[in-house]
């Protein structure tokens, strides 16, 4: 089971630094973390945009690792001669994860 961090005190905390001089907006966002229980299909839209956010950081989705790039020919032995094909797969080292392009 990959672990992640706890990050409650830092995200209240962002929240704060960010909306410091703006109460509304900073009272808006601690509302949406405190009901985000009440809407699963938020949070799981959220969630999905964290994923995002990783993978366009070269991040892998479930532990934060930076993943790796592997490059490999794939032979097709069904063609005389046999054929290669260029293939690229990208992985996360820790838990052993492919990310297919």
Known sequence: MVEFPVMGEEI????????VDNPDVETDCYLFLNNLHSHPTLAYALGARAEEQLREMNRCPKCGTLL????????HTEFIPTAYEEMTDIYCPNCDRSYRN
């Open 12 to 19: 209240i905390e962002a929240i704060h630094n960010t909306f």
């Open 68 to 75: 790796q790039i592997q490059h490999y020919k794939e032979p």
